[in-house]
Each structure stands twice: as C-alpha cells, then as structure tokens.
C-alpha cells in the first residue's frame, strides 16, 4: 500500500504559482479538469485517482474571486468523497480576510463564513500566508499554518535595494505598526508610521506622518495594497516630509481598480509584491512593479507538512 | 424589563449591583458555592422558564473558577428551559491568548467553543483585545467600547487636555489608541520596544530615529547608551524633585542625546525603548486596553518625562488588571501621574487604597444600556460613539 504519496491539484486562479511550487516539490501536478458549464456553473472532475492520498490543492483568492473559492470548496469536496487521506487546502491569498471583524454595525465576518465553509467543504488542514489578521486562524477547527513573507521580504530588501542601510521602515496606517516594526528590528533600521487623521465626520481625513524621515530612503510595507490609495497618498506625504525615495513592499498585490494608473503616477520608485497573486499583465504595463518569488516558502511548507516536520523554521528563514 | 432575569455570577458584584440598580431590577436569586473538594456548585433558585436571561460575570483573580462558574450557569439556565441566554462579560477571559504563536493553543477560541456548548445564545463584552475574536463565535457578539466614557472623563477631568497627546505603549496597540486620539482630535505617538537591537549587533547600529546631529558614528552612541543607563539608576536611587527630573530631561533633550532607553525585561533580557513622534511639554494619555504587570507602562511613563520632555503621564486602560504588585509600583513611580481604569475588571479593595494615583471609571451605565436594547430588540450602535 502506497502510504507516503502525495498529490498537488490546482484550479484556475494561479496556475503558474502552482507549477513552481511543484517544480519545487519535484512532482507534477496531479490532472484536474476545471470548467464551467454553459450556465456558469463550475464543474470540476479530478483525473487520477486520490484514494489514501495526501492531497494539496493550490488555489489563490484572486480575480474572479468567488469563481476561485467555488472551485476550491468543489475541488476539495471531490477529493473527499474519493477517499483522499488527508485534504491541504494551500491558499496562498485568503480570500475575505479583510472582512474579519465587526468593524461596523451589522457588518458580516465573512472571512470566518469562508473559513466555515472549507471546513464544511472537508478540508483537514489549511496553509495560507501573511493572513490579515493572525485571529483569523481561531475561526477554523482544523489546524491552520500561517506563513510568512516576512523572510521574503526582508531577503528582497537587502540584495535588491542597494542604499538600504539608510532605509526607514514605515507603516501606511497604524493597523500594520506591528508588521512594520518587526521587521525595522530585524533589519536593524528605524520607523515610522502614518496616521490617517478623521477629526470630523465629514472632513477629507488628513495623513499626520509619526517620526522622522528626512534625508532616508522609506519603505513602505504593509500585507496588502487594492486600489493603492493609501499607498500613493502615504508615499506623496513621505517625500513632502523630506524622504528622498519611497519604495513599497506588499504581500498581497491585489491591485485592483486604478490602482496601476496610482502607481504609474505616484512618487513610488518601485512597487515590490509578491506572486501569491498574478501580475503577468500588470507587469506590462507597469514598470515599477517588481516580484518576490514566493513559490520555494510554499513548496517547503507542503514538503515539510507531508512529512510531519516542524513548520516554524519558515517563519523566519526563506528556504535555500 | 418584563420576563427578564439577570444574575450575577461572584467575580465581581459591585458591577452587577451597579448595573442591576441602573436597570431597575433587582438581581435574580441563585446559590453560588463550592463543595468541599472545590467543585463548583450552582443553583438558580428563581423559575427563568420562557424568560430572558443577562448572566453578568466578569474574570478575577480566580479566572477558571468563573469561567467554569458562567458555564455552569448558562447550562443551568439552558436546562430550566430560559428562552433566551446573554452571557455578558466585561472582562473576555483569555482575551490575551487570540493568535498562535508557534505551537500555542489558541485559548480565546476554546473559551468560545466552551461558552457555546454550554448553551449561550447571545455575548455582550467590552473592549475586545482583538475585535477578530467576534468571529471566534456562531452566535452573535455584541463588543462594546469603553472608549466614549473614558473620552468623557479625560474632558472633564484633565485640565488642559487639549494640550494632549496620545500614546500607544506597543506598535500592536496602535489602531486601538488612534481611534481616541480622533475621538478627542489630538495627536498621536508611539513607543516602539525593540529587543534585536540591544544585543551585540543593535550596540554597534544607533537607533536614529532620534535627532540627526547624533548619527555620527559607533563609539558616540555607545556612550550615551551606557550614560542613559546610569542615569536611570541614579533616578531611581536619588528621588530627585519633579521639577529637577523635568530639568535634567530637557536640557538632554537640548543635547539631543536622549531619545532612547535601555530598560530590562522580566527575564533580564535588555530592550531599548524609542518614541516614534512627539510629546514635547505636553500631556501624555498613554494607552492600552489592559493593564496587568506595569513594567512596560512604567518603562514608557519613564522614557517620555525623563528623556522625552512630557509634561505629565496619565495611563489609561479599559480593563485593570493590574495583578501582583502592579499598584504599588505605579504609586511608586514619580512619572506617572494618574491611572485610569474602568470598573470592568474587579480591583480588591486593598488595592484601590494602595494607590492614591488610581481612577476607577464607572461603565456599568453602558453594559446597562446595551443589556435593555437587547432585551427589546433595539439597535446597539448607537453605544458605540457615545457614553450614556
């Protein structure tokens, strides 16, 4: 009996992510046929046997995001009811992870409603990355591993940009003070943070930048940029206050709306995101736009989980 | 309040009564006790049959006693057939333990699993430390602010609180802090503790978030991070005069050496301590939304009068803790000026005397309110931006 096998699906959201974490891995991806019937129904039929299998399926939250996430939920499923040992489901981008909390009255949490639904689905076991809020973890019941782009990051910061020893981390707003700091310390540079000012209701919210950057090169990061507002304001408020370049490093590179005309416009020198989302197009047209490969943390985490090794070493090392 | 109940659980009574009286209804009769081998033992000894039922318990020192306490009870209520069950809980036991971090338990989840299975159809809870932990139920949560009241009291209270600023003790507390800081439309500053940076590599990279003229080079900062640590001894030792302390502060502030402190950990680990921002000759509202040990506050308080120029430190949090010694430490220590808590969390009375600097801010007024809109069915937001 083939006890130690492992299978790696994935669905139409990334398949290029998919392909090098399996050239990682060292394995082909298992054959699955995902299309949707004339009435936009997604049909999904997996074609090779997973019985006793420990099966990974791949599948980012991007694009046609509920598209995405209708797949995976299918994808899983088919793999439950086809015997599968074990079901990973390795979700590099969560999606709904912003809609985490009650922020508002009467606000649905439907990151957890998503959560509920891999679980319903039959998902044993969830990888993901850079989640928006750690507490995203306790919604599920299954175990959940939260990898990091941290390592990632900071590696790209060091070989990539060559005046970063005179870098200063900043934060855009004061929910990524946390993420910021962590990773000024582990560079040894300094910090600062920009506050979203809304002192009345109606007001045009006024951005208040906390420390000093003048005369340094600033890095903005934070773990996901959308339409890229924030950002190109942020970087705008960091040049007036003396900053000679502004960099943005980002997790999750949604960029979605205007956000490439933002920052083809803004005084951001380069805006770096990694490919747990796509960006071939935006590549194009978008010259500042650089990549931070992801694919070797992902292909290492499912190694390691296949095996039962420990995971915590990917918190804080990029694997060679 | 027509067919509705609320009990008290023993973790914190003054609140209860408080909030019972506010209400209108007395609190409804159950027997509380302990058997001799420390089981807990509950009896509701009123019919709660088709009732609404309000379950108020807080945590305390004995955290597991009420936790085990509020579960028996919920369960007790489920099985006399109430209607409907709230657990209201000013203090979410466990709130602290909401993520993982390596292979910890997420308890904060378990405690809502907990509270589910014994039967609760509805939360009531304030100042979440994590407002994600909503999604950590199936059953609707309702997380009040204590932010409203304590805004109220800081304008009625402090004089020449528009001088202000407001301070987040750690960079994880900064989206709590800044949304008083809007509230009372002041500014806004952090303190960063940075632990990598005191090891043997931070010694030989200065910390330049502080004034430029002091970038230039290794054996300078070296200097004024071994005089910093002396200065903090001497302070210590020497009670010097408030106005002494301010005057040695801004004449180094003048210097511009003195925009980081060297501080120990409680496992001897030493950390250097920056503010990001600026509190020059104003007050400071350092803010979190638990306090329980002090240090990190008293390391904060400390940075900012004696090197950073504040005029007084007032430290402001939701829920006091304040476990071991803190109060004695804070009553102790001459750069704090005030504290400010509120009454969600139980103080002995011991403690309350021990420390002439403490405020207890009254909330029951808003756990009551939220209580009776439950009860009739009216909308809780409104709670949310204002204080009574």
């Not at chain 1, 090098?20 to 699955?32: P, S, T």
């Not at chain 2, 504040?310 to 504290?339: F, M, P, R, W």
């Amino acid at each position: 009996m083939a006890d130690n096998s492992i299978k790696i699906f994935t669905g139409n959201s990334h398949p290029e992510l998919a392909k090098l974490v399996a050239r990682r891995i060292g394995l082909e991806l298992g054959k699955v046929n995902v299309l949707k019937y004339s009435n936009q129904e997604t049909s999904v039929t997996i074609g090779e046997s997973v019985r006793d299998e420990d099966v990974f399926i791949i599948q980012s939250g991007c694009g046609e995001i509920n598209d995405n996430l209708m797949e995976l939920l299918i994808m899983i499923n088919a793999c439950k009811t086809a015997s599968a040992r074990r079901i990973t489901a390795v979700i590099p981008c969560f999606p709904y992870a912003r809609q985490d909390k009650k922020d508002k009255s009467r606000a649905p949490i439907t990151a957890k409603l998503t959560a509920n639904m891999l679980t319903v689905a039959g998902a044993d076991h969830v990888i993901t990355m850079d989640l928006h809020a750690s507490q995203i973890q306790g919604f599920f019941n299954i175990p959940v591993d939260n990898l990091y782009c941290e390592p990632s990051m900071i590696k790209y910061i060091r070989t990539c940009i060559p005046e970063w020893t005179n870098a200063i981390i900043v934060s855009p707003d004061a929910g990524g003070a946390k993420r910021a700091t962590s990773i000024a310390d582990r560079l040894n540079l300094d910090f600062a943070l920009i506050h979203k000012e809304r002192k009345k209701a109606n007001e045009v919210s006024r951005m208040v930048l906390v420390g000093d950057v003048r005369g340094k090169i600033a890095i903005l990061v934070d773990d996901m940029a959308d339409t890229c507002g924030t950002l190109g304001l942020a970087a705008k408020t960091l040049v007036e206050n003396g900053a000679e370049k502004v960099y943005a490093i980002v997790a999750h590179g949604i960029l979605s709306g205007k956000a490439i005309k933002v920052i083809n416009e803004s005084v951001i020198e380069k805006m770096v995101v990694t490919n747990t989302i796509p960006h071939d197009e935006k590549m194009s047209i978008c010259p500042k736009i650089d990549i931070i490969d992801i694919s070797a943390t992902l292909g290492e985490a499912i190694r390691r989980t296949h095996n039962g090794e420990s995971v915590s070493y990917l918190f804080s090392n990029v694997p060679e | 309040m027509r067919n509705t109940q609320v009990f008290a659980g023993s973790s914190h009574p003054e609140l209860t009564s408080l909030v019972s009286r506010r209400l209108g209804i007395p609190v409804a009769d159950a027997n509380l006790k302990k058997f001799s081998n420390r089981e807990t033992s509950v009896e509701i000894c009123t019919s709660v049959r088709n009732q609404d039922i309000f379950i108020i318990q807080s945590g305390s020192a004995a955290i597991n006693d009420n936790l085990i306490e509020l579960s028996i009870m919920i369960q007790a209520c489920r099985m006399g057939s109430a209607k409907r069950i709230t657990a209201v809980l000013p203090y979410f036991p466990y709130c602290k333990q909401s993520k993982r971090k390596g292979r910890t338990c997420i308890t904060a989840k378990l405690v809502a699993n907990m509270l589910a299975v014994a039967g609760v159809d509805h939360i009531i809870t304030m100042d979440l430390h994590a407002s994600q932990m909503q999604g950590f139920f199936q059953r609707p949560v309702d997380n009040l602010y204590a932010e409203p009241t304590i805004a109220k009291w800081i304008t009625q209270n402090v004089p020449n609180w528009q001088n202000g600023v407001v301070v987040s003790k750690n960079a994880g507390g900064a989206k709590r802090v800044t949304s008083l800081a809007d509230a009372l439309r002041l500014d806004f500053a952090l303190i960063h503790k940075d632990r990598s940076r005191s090891g043997p590599q931070g010694l030989n990279r200065p910390y330049s978030g502080m004034p430029s003229s002091q970038s230039d080079g290794t054996v300078r900062s070296l200097v004024t991070r071994v005089s910093n640590v002396e200065n903090d001894e001497t302070e210590e030792g020497v009670e010097e005069s408030g106005e002494d302390a301010m005057s040695v502060s801004l004449s180094s502030l003048n210097e511009m050496s003195a925009a980081v402190s060297v501080v120990a950990d409680t496992d001897g680990e030493e950390s250097t301590i920056t503010l990001v921002g600026d509190v020059v000759g104003k007050v400071v509202f350092l803010t979190d939304d638990i306090i329980d040990g002090c240090q990190s506050f008293l390391d904060a308080a400390n940075h900012m009068v004696k090197k950073c120029g504040a005029e007084k430190v007032y430290i402001i949090a939701t829920h006091g803790v304040l476990s071991g010694d803190s109060v004695n430490q804070i009553a102790a220590c001459d750069s704090v000026y005030k504290l400010v808590v509120t009454n969600t969390f139980p103080l002995p009375e011991e403690k309350k005397l021990a420390c002439p600097k403490l405020t207890v801010i009254d909330i029951s007024n808003t756990l009551a309110e939220a209580i009776r809109r439950t009860h009739n069915g009216e909308s809780v937001s409104y709670l949310f931006h204002n204080a009574d």
